[in-house]
Nanobody, 123 residues
């Protein structure tokens, strides 16, 4: 499993951005996927997760109603649509893959990690 996150950039508060995470492996559909983020001088935190089928999702309270995680198994890609961005959303965003059916919010449940993409939201 090799994960490549992309789509980060500099945006203004209130703008939208869509992150993508492509998996070069052929077994993408077998993995649950998650997004995490790490702001400067802060711990990495959970953002969202989706099961292998896409039938179940989970979100951190801080992004509920603003962010949407989705996946396209035919394209081996998971997405994070981020709307109504706030300066506090500024962070490096990482995608991760898990063999667990419901890995949830614990980073320890994810075995594979992408390199991260930087999102900067200006006020």
């Amino acid at each position: 499993v090799q994960l490549q996150a992309s789509g980060g950039g500099l945006v203004q508060a209130g703008d939208s951005l869509r992150l993508s995470c492509a998996n070069s492996g052929r077994t993408f559909s077998r993995y649950a996927m998650g997004w995490f983020r790490q702001a400067p001088e802060k711990e990495r935190e959970f953002v969202a997760a989706i099961t292998w089928s896409g039938g179940s999702t989970d979100y951190a309270d801080s992004v509920k109603g603003r962010f949407t995680i989705s996946r396209d198994n035919a394209k081996n890609t998971v997405y994070l649509q981020m709307n109504s961005l706030k300066p506090e959303d500024t962070a490096v965003y990482y995608c991760a893959a898990s063999r667990r059916t419901f890995p949830g919010s614990s980073s320890q449940n994810y075995e594979y990690w992408g390199q991260g993409t930087l999102v900067t939201v200006s006020s």
